[in-house]
């Protein structure tokens, strides 16, 4: 599998701050890169795609998404990224920064959780004038390897409160009155620290002071499933990602995951995904090759 990390690195912007803004005017990306970025491949950084015009087709996790104009797609660190061989947007930029960088922001940003499970962002006409404008500012800042730090999160910081707010704003979530959103994020950070000790739901229930039956309501409601579906739905993206980049057994990742029955591992796979481990393995090469 490949690390797109390495190779971006070979495209750095800025002396102390890993961050960079590729366009299809301002960086030329070598097609040696392109190409290899066009297999199926996972980042340590946050990757965002903004589309001024056309469209652009990718796989995040297996899950196809369109971009349109004026939308943006973000991906998240260590999920799996493939994007369409066949289109190329006519216009676009990309922003990538890693999680020192994003340390060094002065708050956190809700929607890099994606608590709501929608990684495409919608924006109203004015914001998306502004979201340009901020690509703009980052883009001429960044042809100076040596620029100001403080500028470059400064403005890095205002562009992540725009997509928070649009991310909110495209899920109708833009409060959170009675908390139930704030229960539900505290539920899948859980999840994503422990669910391969695959917790259990009295026990998250408990340490987020709800009962077990308010803690089902409120899953239900954010994700559409029962904290129990959530928690093996997350253990097999977590599987499916490391079939990708890795080459351990079938075995070997059942035991990873928590499961002591390999064999229980691989019906729960197929129920879940629909395809066998055989099967998924047989796609991951289709893809690689494609």
């Known amino acids: 599998m490949l690390d797109q990390t390495r190779l971006l690195d070979s495209l750095k912007q800025h002396n102390s701050l ?61 999920q799996i990224h493939l994007i369409s061989q066949e289109i190329r947007p006519l216009n676009y930029a990309v922003l990538h920064f890693d999680q020192h960088c994003l340390s ?25 004038q502004r979201v340009r404008t901020l690509f ?35 899920n109708k979530r833009t409060n959170d009155p009675d ?44 994700s559409g499933v029962s904290p129990k579906e959530f928690i093996t739905n997350r253990l097999m993206v977590e599987a499916q990602r490391r079939l990708y980049y890795s080459e351990t057994s079938i075995k070997e990742l059942a035991y990873e995951l928590g499961f002591t029955d390999p064999g229980y591992f691989s019906r729960l796979f197929k129920k879940t995904t629909g395809k066998s481990t055989t099967e998924f393995m047989k796609a991951i090469q289709d893809l690689s090759h494609h």
């Open 18 to 78: 890993n961050i960079r803004v590729i366009t299809n005017c301002n960086v030329k990306v070598p097609e040696e890169i392109y190409r290899q970025l066009l297999t199926p491949h996972r980042s340590l950084h946050y990757v965002f795609l903004l589309v001024g015009k056309g469209h652009s087709e990718h796989a995040i996790d297996m899950q196809p998404v369109t971009v349109n104009e004026g939308q943006l797609l973000f991906v998240l660190p260590h």
């Open 104 to 128: 060094l922001l002065p708050k956190p940003f809700l929607f890099l959780l994606n608590p709501l499970g929608n990684q495409l962002l919608t924006f109203e006409d004015k914001t998306l």
């Open 136 to 170: 703009g500012l980052l883009i001429q800042l960044l042809q100076e390897p040596d620029a100001n730090p403080e500028l470059v999160l400064s403005n890095l910081n205002t562009l992540l409160t725009e997509f928070n707010h649009t991310y909110l704003a495209n």
């Open 179 to 222: 908390g139930q959103l704030s229960k539900f994020i505290g539920f899948k950070l859980t999840v994503e620290e422990q669910f391969m000790e695959q917790p259990a739901i009295q026990t998250i229930a408990d340490n987020l002071s709800l009962t077990t039956n308010s803690l089902y309501n409120i899953v239900k409601h954010y």
